[in-house]
T-cell receptor
Framework: KAGVTQTPRYLIKTRGQQVTLSCSPI?????VSWYQQTPGQGLQFLFE???????NKGNFPGRFSGRQFSNSRSEMNVSTLELGDSALYLC??????????????FGQGTRLTVV | TQLLEQSPQFLSIQEGENLTVYCNSS?????LQWYRQEPGEGPVLLVT?????EVKKLKRLTFQFGDARKDSSLHITAAQPGDTGLYLC?????????????FGRGTSLIVHP
């Protein structure tokens, strides 16, 4: 069974540009969550999608957005990039997140560097 | 303000030593999970605890959930170099019908041979 796949693995962008990251969840998983990981703040929740609907959103500015397709694949977009957006962006999938013992399966992440 | 505080932030020990990592919060969680993350990889779930006072053992790792479900600890006995990694605790609440984990900043563990 294939794991969570994130593309691309590495990205270098210039301030002011926008970027789109992709995540393919484990087959059959309907919940996809996105996280930003930085040394200073750790793993911070961006948003969660379930059956193409955004179900939860973290405390990030509107420059961060996402969507989920009918096949559960998800994309996140960051517009008007800032230096502080440099981070590892992780995607996690789960069958659903309606249980407290739900396991999140993470991809390897996309390392975004903004210069 | 970090909802979950982990300590220590860094730990460097010799093979064979024991260690304990702590995860504390002022909030009550429905569950508490521990993940381990290796360089270049995403976090991998080690254990989930859901009942206050619960203790789970996974080989040399012992996990405990506080009675009030606000804190947890991870104890490793006779650490090995393969235990090296970033240990993350994550507490889950139930906003809007889904359990979204909130992560601590992690404890970076290095075990020297």
């Amino acid at each position: 069974k294939a794991g969570v796949t994130q593309t691309p693995r590495y990205l270098i962008k210039t301030r002011g540009q926008q970027v789109t990251l992709s995540c393919s969840p484990i087959s059959g998983h309907r919940s996809v969550s996105w996280y930003q990981q930085t040394p200073g703040q750790g793993l911070q929740f961006l948003f969660e999608y379930f059956s193409e609907t955004q179900r939860n959103k973290g405390n990030f500015p509107g420059r961060f957005s996402g969507r989920q397709f009918s096949n559960s694949r998800s994309e996140m977009n960051v517009s008007t990039l800032e230096l502080g957006d440099s981070a590892l962006y992780l995607c996690a999938s789960s069958p659903n997140s309606g249980r407290p013992d739900t396991e999140a399966f993470f991809g390897q992440g996309t390392r975004l560097t903004v210069v | 303000t970090q909802l979950l505080e982990q300590s220590p932030q860094f730990l460097s020990i010799q093979e064979g030593e024991n260690l304990t990592v702590y995860c504390n919060s002022s909030s009550v969680f429905s569950s508490l999970q521990w993940y381990r993350q290796e360089p270049g990889e995403g976090p991998v779930l080690l254990v989930t605890v859901v009942t206050g006072g619960e203790v789970k053992k996974l080989k040399r790792l012992t996990f405990q959930f506080g009675d009030a479900r606000k804190d947890s600890s991870l104890h490793i006995t006779a650490a090995q170099p393969g235990d090296t990694g970033l240990y993350l605790c994550a507490g889950a609440k139930n906003p809007g019908g889904s359990y979204i984990p909130t992560f601590g900043r992690g404890t970076s563990l290095i075990v020297h041979p």
